[in-house]
């Protein structure tokens, strides 16, 4: 298997990952936030 056609699947998956962890960090501060929990 040719390493051009790893690079693809390794960066896609990397922007996945990068994604996944935002929206998910995002959730976590909106939660923080309603339940009262003051910006640091």
Same mark, same amino acid.
């Given at each position: 298997? /040719? $390493?051009? @056609?790893?690079?693809? /699947? *390794?960066? &896609?998956? *990397?922007?996945? &990952? *990068?994604? !996944? +962890? &935002? @929206? @998910? +960090? ?6 923080? $936030?309603?339940? !009262? &929990? @003051?910006?640091?």
């Amino acid at each position: 298997m /040719p $390493r051009v @056609s790893l690079l693809q /699947p *390794i960066s &896609a998956g *990397i922007v996945g &990952a *990068i994604t !996944g +962890f &935002a @929206s @998910s +960090f995002a959730l976590v501060v909106a939660g923080l $936030r309603a339940v !009262g &929990a @003051s910006p640091a």
